[in-house]
C-alpha cells in the first residue's frame, strides 16, 4: 500500500516515550479532597487525541508540568 500525496501518517504511541513525552491537554481538573484537608488528591482528565495512545483505569501515567509563558514572568 502506498500513501497518497500530502497524505501524513496517524501518530503512533510508539512515538512517544519518557524522553519524548506526549504533550497532552488538561480537559478538566477535579479536586478530590474534602475542605480542610491536609492534602490534594486530583482527579485529571488529559485529551490524548490523535496520539495514539490508549489508557485504560489502573494504568499509570507521568505528568511533566509546563506553565503557560504568557502566565509566568
Known amino acids: 500500500m502506498t500513501a497518497m500525496p500530502g497524505a501524513e501518517a496517524a501518530p503512533s504511541a510508539a512515538n512517544y516515550s519518557r524522553k519524548n513525552p506526549y504533550p497532552a491537554e488538561v480537559l478538566e481538573k477535579i ?43
Open 31 to 73: 479536586v478530590l479532597n474534602g475542605r480542610g484537608s491536609d492534602k490534594q488528591t486530583l482527579h485529571l482528565e488529559l485529551s490524548l487525541e490523535d496520539s495514539g495512545l490508549e489508557y485504560l483505569p489502573g494504568d499509570a501515567v507521568g505528568v511533566v508540568p509546563q506553565n503557560d509563558p504568557a502566565h509566568v514572568d
